[in-house]
């Protein structure tokens, strides 16, 4: 009787599995049904948990129509006596479940049926499918060899769950399925196991869970037992656990905000992907993983790991130097670059302006020069508002065409050993731009450090600097301002006019000690001196050379005297421009000659410092002549009879000798920046010591006839 029950149990549950290929879902419900208090009645656990899984699979059908998608493994026999269920299970491509689906729309069945489903008691509601998963799945796990059926049903049970949004109950299935123990199993066999189990912690939306054993299918891809290593497919799988583990390949997702995900895990992946990449026989994929790790994770690396990271970065750059290009992968997935932002890290860009002498100036007209000329309006708010944004990222300056122009970088090194950084310049656009690189080594992590980058705009028009490029550990990057983090910047777009002529004077007086500092707050490109007597007149002969490219074609002199306190007679400065002039146009590396006449007179009379110390001994007054040096006969005095204490403590301060000082301003212009109306000033300081030609010694009174 016994027997007789437990083959009529698994009769049912066959003729079952048959109803259910055939599209009879009714039929098969109540077959299982039967299958299922037959064999629990004997305690035929293989059969009962096969029974159950089958009206699990057809109420599944009913609830969910649409299937539970995904692919699963197929599934090994058992033996002969597991011939019958083995049938319901082997199923190529998709699963069960799927295959059913198609089963009954190819058999012209609705896959609705009809309202006597609906009515059918023998289906499980949603909830008691997962109980009878649940049931179905303890049965298994009192057979050794029933791991692998096991393993479907858990499979089975976590898809539904996931369809049902209970992500907590299908872990626990999922966590059942990872202890299941397995025998016999090919390495292919093991990736396949852990690939579906990443693929379900994936689906309930455990994306660090689904990371980890992605990893765990990509490191039995090169397990040691297999004798040829599938490293392709190794990094493939390890590329595919970056998003559980919030890793991104593209740089710029970790230049905002703060850092996500473990360091330390991130770190081990990105050691691991270097050395797949290895033994893949790629050298161009492990410097730019190198690259993103060291770029990426420099905060959370130790002082030895940066060491060692950097050795590693530089042998490989040795055989293939890291760049710019995207790097394509076979799948064609597309690796962008990835360019040293804190190597060294940039904290301001500032752009500077021309040296004074070779600033241009624009020639001044009668609008406004924050009016445009087009415009026939003398002021317009439209044109004010539509450029203020356009005017606050623009430089009050500009750039001359051919001129070298300057860029001050403050840089900080953040690496615990020296660091090297070879052919540094700009980036612009806008312009074409002769960058002209540099070379600089910072100590180890060094303060703010000043670094100055030049280049030559070649043409006219607008130029933005958008960022400099390096050379650092064999890696070549661009690095774009927009892309770094707390940058102060003063303006990255300034106005290249057209090309001037450069002007360069030398005289024939030696430069002076004084510094001349004009009202105007110009700066006074050289300073020269000379010592005159009263009523002296002495030549001033200056070479104007054009050390410029463009010929110099015009010229305009002033004069204006500074810090006069005296009364002066006569002209002090005089020149003949018509001389000088006649030389022009100045072709580069031509020299031309401008003198100009310095003609000192002074009042020196009833000053009383130089009549205090005149003895009245009875002799007449005498005249110095003007070859005897004055000093001689002024310093003995000063130092053997000073006036008083605070003046003998001035060496070499004399009251009686007066000062003047001048300035020379020269205006030229020519080539294309003339046409523009550009022009430049060159200015000349000149400080002139005067000493009175006669001096009276002694004074004698005569006695009256």
Known sequence: RHYKKRCQGRMRKHVGDLCLQAGMLQDSLVHYHMAVELLRSVNDFLWLGAALEGLCSASVIYHYPGGTGGKIGSRRAQGGSHSAEAGNRHRPGKDGISFLCCALTSNG??????????????????ED????????????????????????????????????????????FLQNAVYINLRQLSEEEKIQRYSILSELYERIGFHRKSAFFK?????????????????????????????????????????????RGWAAVQMRLLHE????????????LCVRHLSFLLQTMLDFLSDQEKKDVTQSLESYTAKCPGTMEFITLPDGLKLPPVPFTKLPIVRSVKLLNLPTSLRPHKMKSLLGQNVSTKSPFIYSPIIAHSRGEERS????????????????????????????????????????????????????????????????????GQITVNGYHTSVFGVFSDCLLDNLPGLKTNGCTVEVIPALPRLQISTSLPRSAHTLQPSSGDEISTNVSVQLYNGETQQLIIKLENIGTEPLEKLEVTAKTVNIKEKLYGDFLSWNLEDTLSQFPLK??????????????????????????????????????????????????????????????????????????????????????????????????????????????????????
Request: glycine share 6%; with cysteine.
């Open 109 to 126: 069945i609705n896959a609705d049926t009809s309202a006597e489903i609906g009515r059918a008691k023998n289906c499980l509601s949603p």
């Open 129 to 172: 499918i997962i109980d009878k998963y649940k049931e179905a799945i303890s049965y298994y796990g009192k057979y050794k060899n029933a791991g692998v059926i096991e393993l479907e049903a858990c499979v089975k049970a976590v898809r539904v769950l996931a369809i049902q949004k209970r992500s907590m109950e299908a872990s626990e």
């Open 215 to 259: 990893r765990i299918a990509a490191m039995q891809c090169a397990a040691p037992s297999i004798p040829e290593p599938g490293w392709r497919a190794c990094y493939k799988l390890l590329l595919e656990t970056l998003p559980g583990y919030s890793l991104s390949l593209d740089p710029k997702d970790f230049s905002k905000g703060t850092h």
């Open 273 to 284: 992907l270097v050395y797949a990449s290895r033994r893949m026989g790629n050298p161009a």
């Open 393 to 460: 990222k623009k430089i009050d300056f500009q750039w001359v065409q051919g001129d070298v122009c300057e860029v001050q970088l403050m840089v900080y090194n953040p690496m615990p050993f020296e660091l090297r950084v070879e052919n540094m310049g700009l980036l612009t656009t806008g312009v074409e731009f002769e960058s002209l690189p540099a070379a600089l080594s910072l100590p180890a992590e060094s303060g703010l450090y000043p670094v100055t980058l030049v280049g030559v705009p070649q043409t006219t």
């Open 588 to 705: 580069p590396g031509k020299i031309a000659t401008f003198t100009v006449n310095i003609k000192v007179k002074l009042d020196f009379s009833c000053q009383e410092n130089l009549l205090q110390d005149l003895s009245d001994d009875g002799i007449s007054v005498s005249g110095l002549p003007l070859s005897s040096p004055f000093r001689q006969v002024v310093k003995p005095r000063v130092e053997t009879k000073p006036i008083n204490p605070q003046e003998s403590s001035k060496v070499g301060d004399f009251s009686h000798v007066k000062t003047l000082e001048a300035i020379l301003n020269f205006k030229y212009s020519g080539g294309p920046g003339h046409i523009e109306g550009y022009y430049r000033n060159l200015s000349l300081g000149l400080h002139v010591e005067v000493e009175p030609s006669v001096f009276f010694t002694r004074v004698s009174t005569l006695p009256a006839t």
